[in-house]
């Protein structure tokens, strides 16, 4: 008798698996299933990404009759997590069929688990749109009432609606609702850097105590170059657009014939290699806002400072300004978040203008770099030095009023000026005209770091007096020892020009005690001139 009813349940729930439904209302189970369950459930529903519940929701929705719908609570990851993309695509966006997101957020469910709701609908559903609504920030006692006002008009702030194929656009498919439409679109509309033949590759991932160098740590010897023991290094580094200041060199010529599998006792890999000292486009992957970097020839980089390699010189400036650019930044940061590796940065759109659009932008990231390159070459820790800033001209020390808080100020404002220009000519690239967007990207804006030349950001005038008297300190102790050529500071020479920011970087900085062959003047050179 037991038995027997055993099999009457089971038979009638078998007999529930075969009828067909209007309506389907579930909270289904999350996570990993058994080990004999997920071998079924990876022949059944092969984009079940070994969380049960993607298999339930892609089960119910084919218990539904025509024009019939289903709601399930599920795992928020399920939105956007890069690894739930082949599910999104084949189930949720397929057809159209996603015709609302109810965004929970946490303290919603006893798990501990980030919470969201969606509608499916049985129907392929033309020009369909998809309304989501944001109830993360609201506290949990408070989100069931203020879910109905977002639907009687007493506040709609919530809610955004988006035609559903934009998603399907989207990098990895996610449900990123909280762009106006625009934004959004903006992957349907235009072609990715990868589609576009611009793909960025990531480097080499050395361990920072054993390979990482500072340019004057090095004997000079050494030299450096891509075929030498060191050589000029890109490793991204803190925010600044545009450019950084070379300092940086690696230990990596006795390892370049190396593969990982030659040091298992520590990590280390060897990526692209064949990438590796091109000139192109930089980016560092870590950080809140994307910022991108010329690079010339000769520079190896890594998993931190990721490159996209181009021999044209104007695309190069037109992609650094691009990526530079507070809209690259904030589409980026919708699926990318703080780790901004190749991959992702590959799928950012690509707007294509006219010639003159991306002719003026190339001309003004030009003129951001020679701005901070100048700024760089009064800085003897950079390869650009050549003589410190109060030495300029022929007052001598009197020249440190140029240092003022001011003067480096109005540099700074002259720097933002540019930015704040290519931000509007890539505003209009990508045809964000309405409101709404360009009220997104100011106030995106508004929280990016502000550029600021070398002292601009050191506030008080007492910390820039406290910076000359360190400068002209360091300058003279250098040309006391033969490290400096004092004839630039003497006003004998006239200071050497700065190289093109393509041409490969020196292998000492310009205004360092030289040689005929362009080396470091060594001792008996010396005593020979």
Same mark, same amino acid.
């Given at each position: 008798r037991l038995f027997a009813e055993d099999a009457a349940q089971g038979f009638a729930f078998i007999d529930l698996c075969r009828k067909r439904y209007d309506v389907v209302v579930m909270n289904p189970p999350f996570g990993e299933a058994s080990e004999s369950l997920a071998s079924y459930l990876g022949n059944e529903f092969p984009n079940w990404n070994k969380n049960i519940l993607c298999a339930f929701i892609e089960r119910e929705v084919s218990c539904l009759h025509e024009r019939s719908f289903l709601a399930s609570v599920m795992d928020r990851s399920l939105l956007n997590k890069s690894s739930y993309g082949k599910f999104r695509k084949s189930v949720l966006l397929i057809g159209e069929k996603l015709i609302c997101v109810l965004d929970l957020g946490w303290e919603v469910l006893d798990a501990n688990v980030e919470v969201a709701g969606c509608i499916l609908s049985s129907s392929k559903r033309l020009a369909g749109q998809t309304t989501c609504i944001d109830l993360r920030d609201v506290t949990p006692g408070q989100k069931a009432s203020t879910l109905p006002a977002q639907f009687d008009g007493a506040d709609s702030t919530r809610i955004y609606s988006h035609k559903t194929k934009g998603f399907s656009a989207f990098p $990895?498919?996610?449900?990123?609702?909280?762009?106006?439409?625009?934004?959004?679109?903006a992957f349907l509309r235009h072609k990715s850097l990868k589609a576009r033949g611009y793909l960025s590759f990531t480097g080499h991932q050395l361990q920072s105590d054993r390979h990482f160098r500072n340019f004057w740590e090095i004997s000079q010897e050494e030299g450096l170059s891509s075929a030498g023991k060191f050589c000029h290094l890109y490793n991204g580094g803190e925010y600044s657009? =545009?450019?950084?200041?070379? @300092?940086?060199?690696?230990?990596?010529?006795?390892?370049?014939?190396?593969?990982?599998?030659?040091?298992?006792?520590?990590?280390y890999r060897i990526q692209n290699k064949e990438k590796h000292f091109q000139r192109g486009v930089g980016f560092g992957v870590r950080g809140d806002y994307l910022d991108a970097h010329l690079l010339p020839d000769g520079l190896l980089f890594t998993v931190e400072g990721q490159v996209l390699p181009t021999h044209s010189y104007d695309k190069a400036l037109f992609l650094v300004g691009l990526l530079?650019?507070?809209?690259?930044?904030?589409?980026? $940061?919708?699926y990318a978040g703080q780790h901004k590796y190749s991959g992702y940065v590959n799928l950012l759109p690509c707007p294509t203008g006219s010639g003159a659009e991306e002719t003026q932008i190339a001309r003004l990231v030009e003129d951001a770099?020679?701005?901070? @390159?100048?700024?760089?070459?009064?800085?003897?820790?950079?390869?650009? =030095?050549?003589?410190? /800033?109060?030495?300029?001209?022929d007052g001598g020390l009197t020249d440190a009023g140029r240092l003022t808080e001011d003067a480096f100020r109005a540099k700074s404002e002259a720097l933002n000026e540019i930015v704040a220009r290519i931000d509007f000519l890539v505003c209009s690239l990508y045809a964000l005209r309405d409101d709404?967007?360009?009220?997104?990207?100011?106030?995106?804006?508004?929280?990016?770091? /502000?550029?600021?030349?070398?002292?601009?950001?050191?506030?008080?005038?007492?910390?820039?007096?406290?910076?000359i008297i360190s400068d002209v300190s360091s300058y003279a102790l250098g040309a006391v020892f033969g490290r400096w050529d004092i004839r630039y500071a003497a006003g004998e020479r006239p200071a050497p020009e700065l190289s093109n920011p393509f041409d490969p970087l020196p292998v000492c900085p310009p205004g360092m005690l030289q040689g005929d062959d362009g080396l470091p003047l060594s001792p008996e050179e010396g005593k020979r001139q």
């Amino acid at each position: 008798r037991l038995f027997a009813e055993d099999a009457a349940q089971g038979f009638a729930f078998i007999d529930l698996c075969r009828k067909r439904y209007d309506v389907v209302v579930m909270n289904p189970p999350f996570g990993e299933a058994s080990e004999s369950l997920a071998s079924y459930l990876g022949n059944e529903f092969p984009n079940w990404n070994k969380n049960i519940l993607c298999a339930f929701i892609e089960r119910e929705v084919s218990c539904l009759h025509e024009r019939s719908f289903l709601a399930s609570v599920m795992d928020r990851s399920l939105l956007n997590k890069s690894s739930y993309g082949k599910f999104r695509k084949s189930v949720l966006l397929i057809g159209e069929k996603l015709i609302c997101v109810l965004d929970l957020g946490w303290e919603v469910l006893d798990a501990n688990v980030e919470v969201a709701g969606c509608i499916l609908s049985s129907s392929k559903r033309l020009a369909g749109q998809t309304t989501c609504i944001d109830l993360r920030d609201v506290t949990p006692g408070q989100k069931a009432s203020t879910l109905p006002a977002q639907f009687d008009g007493a506040d709609s702030t919530r809610i955004y609606s988006h035609k559903t194929k934009g998603f399907s656009a989207f990098p $990895n498919h996610s449900i990123v609702y909280d762009l106006p439409e625009s934004l959004l679109t903006a992957f349907l509309r235009h072609k990715s850097l990868k589609a576009r033949g611009y793909l960025s590759f990531t480097g080499h991932q050395l361990q920072s105590d054993r390979h990482f160098r500072n340019f004057w740590e090095i004997s000079q010897e050494e030299g450096l170059s891509s075929a030498g023991k060191f050589c000029h290094l890109y490793n991204g580094g803190e925010y600044s657009r =545009f450019t950084l200041p070379p @300092r940086e060199v690696v230990w990596f010529g006795a390892y370049s014939k190396l593969s990982s599998e030659d040091f298992p006792s520590y990590s280390y890999r060897i990526q692209n290699k064949e990438k590796h000292f091109q000139r192109g486009v930089g980016f560092g992957v870590r950080g809140d806002y994307l910022d991108a970097h010329l690079l010339p020839d000769g520079l190896l980089f890594t998993v931190e400072g990721q490159v996209l390699p181009t021999h044209s010189y104007d695309k190069a400036l037109f992609l650094v300004g691009l990526l530079s650019s507070a809209v690259a930044s904030r589409l980026l $940061n919708t699926y990318a978040g703080q780790h901004k590796y190749s991959g992702y940065v590959n799928l950012l759109p690509c707007p294509t203008g006219s010639g003159a659009e991306e002719t003026q932008i190339a001309r003004l990231v030009e003129d951001a770099i020679k701005k901070k @390159r100048a700024a760089y070459s009064f800085d003897e820790t950079c390869l650009l =030095f050549r003589v410190p /800033q109060i030495v300029v001209g022929d007052g001598g020390l009197t020249d440190a009023g140029r240092l003022t808080e001011d003067a480096f100020r109005a540099k700074s404002e002259a720097l933002n000026e540019i930015v704040a220009r290519i931000d509007f000519l890539v505003c209009s690239l990508y045809a964000l005209r309405d409101d709404a967007s360009l009220a997104d990207i100011t106030s995106y804006i508004s929280r990016i770091p /502000q550029e600021a030349l070398l002292g601009a950001d050191r506030g008080a005038s007492d910390s820039i007096s406290i910076r000359i008297i360190s400068d002209v300190s360091s300058y003279a102790l250098g040309a006391v020892f033969g490290r400096w050529d004092i004839r630039y500071a003497a006003g004998e020479r006239p200071a050497p020009e700065l190289s093109n920011p393509f041409d490969p970087l020196p292998v000492c900085p310009p205004g360092m005690l030289q040689g005929d062959d362009g080396l470091p003047l060594s001792p008996e050179e010396g005593k020979r001139q």
